[in-house]
């Protein structure tokens, strides 16, 4: 599967992005996605998953209760909602695509990327 990240930008602190990706080429709804970011430096890190029927759904703790996962298998699109944005969330923003059991958030489980999208959040 292809992943095609896109919907990141300039936000001030307190302001809101919705991050989509796009799969193609492969079995979306065979795949549990994920969203992770990185920062120049540093390991990429897990922000949210999302399983295959959205039963189940994780986030990272520097992001829980701000953001949303969603995906929408007709489509073939993962979403991440990001509310309450802090300069700290300034990153790299990566879809990731895995299939057999359950989210993780590990990166290297992960067999397809997205090429990311940067978010930005400054005043």
């Known amino acids: 599967v292809q992943l095609q990240a896109s919907g990141g930008g300039l936000v001030q602190p307190g302001g809101s992005l919705r991050l989509s990706c796009a799969a193609s080429g492969g079995t979306f709804s065979n795949s549990n996605m994920a969203w992770f970011r990185q920062t120049p430096g540093k390991q990429r890190e897990f922000v949210a998953g999302?399983?295959?029927?959205?039963?189940?759904?994780y986030y990272g703790n520097p992001v829980k209760g701000r953001v949303t996962i969603s995906r929408d298998n007709a489509r073939s699109t993962v979403y991440l909602q990001m509310d309450s944005l802090k300069p700290e969330d300034t990153a790299v923003y990566y879809c990731?695509?895995?299939?057999?059991?359950?989210?993780?958030?590990?990166?290297?489980?992960?067999?397809?990327w997205g090429q990311g999208t940067q978010v930005t959040v400054s005043s």
């Open positions: 990731a695509a895995k299939t057999g059991s359950g989210v993780g958030m590990v990166p290297k489980i992960y067999r397809a």
């Open positions: 999302v399983n295959l029927s959205e039963t189940d759904r």
